[in-house]
Every structure is written in C-alpha cells, then in structure tokens.
C-alpha cells in the first residue's frame, strides 16, 4: 500500500514538473533581465497576471499603480484605437496591452526606428487573459509620426 501511495506521488509530482515547464520559456539570455515597467489601474487584475508572467519569463518587472492612465497613454502617443489596459514600458518603446512576449522579443532584438508596439482589448489566450486563443493575435507598430502598420502576428 505504501509502495503504491509513493508511485502515485511521484507520478503527480513528475506530471506538475513537466507541465508547469513546457509553458514558461524564458527569454533570450541576452535579453534576460530587461526592464519592464507596467502602468495598470489598482483594480485590474489581468494585468497583474500579464505582469506575473512577464517576470517568470526572465523580464525586471516594475509595476506602477496608476490614477491616471490617460495621461499615461497621451505622453507615449498611443493611439486611442490600440490602446488596452495597462501601458508597458521597455526602454524607448511602449508595449501597449497584453502583447505575447515573441513580439516583446522581436522589438528589442530588432530595435525598429518606431515608437512602440500595440495589441488593443484583451483577447482571449493572450499573456493575462484567461481562455484559448480564437484566432491570430495582430501586433501593430505605431511609428514616430503616429501611423500604424503591422509589427507582426502570432
């Protein structure tokens, strides 16, 4: 019986290993320990999350609590048709919304001449936002003079 009870207990604790594994790849090296600074209300908790899996990615994560994101969002410029609900900040770029981190990746490995990257609303399956993802997720550039194109889509 015990023998049994210790084989059913390292099954389980073997399937919670692989499982919790298979989901979390870090960065790049190069790129581990980037500073992230996530500008959220206090009552939002999906960006709580977006900001947890940030940092089990390897980013530095600073979450700010603000009042005010309007402002927030008017001094980077974001257009009000792409904007979420939290602002990301990595060294020159805004990240806008709960962008997937291959796309984080891609902005700061690439350093495009833009002002930053934009995912609006909050898609289902998306970093922070529970439930399976239904379609691509379209990932918009906003450059220096305020157009939009398509950064890329996962």
Do not use: W
């Not at 320990?33 to 980013?59: L, R």
């Not at 962008?99 to 833009?114: C, G, R, T």
């Amino acid at each position: 019986m015990k023998i049994k009870y210790l084989l059913v207990l390292i099954l389980g604790a073997m399937l919670l290993v692989v499982g919790c594994s298979s989901n979390n790849t870090k960065l790049d090296p190069e790129l581990s320990g980037e500073g992230m600074t996530i500008f959220k209300s206090a009552t939002c908790g999906c960006c709580g999350i977006f900001g947890q899996q940030m940092d089990d990615k390897g980013y530095n994560v600073d979450i700010q609590i603000s009042s005010d994101l309007d402002s927030v969002k008017k001094k980077y410029k974001i257009p009000a048709h792409l904007q979420s609900c939290h602002t990301s900040v990595i060294g020159d770029y805004f990240v806008e919304g709960h962008v997937p981190s291959e796309a984080i990746e891609k902005l700061i490995k690439e350093k495009p001449d833009i002002a930053g990257i934009a995912m609006p609303g909050m898609p289902s399956g998306s970093p922070g936002m529970p439930g399976a993802k239904s379609g691509p997720f379209v990932i918009s550039a906003v450059h220096k003079d305020g157009s939009v194109t398509e950064f890329m889509r996962i």
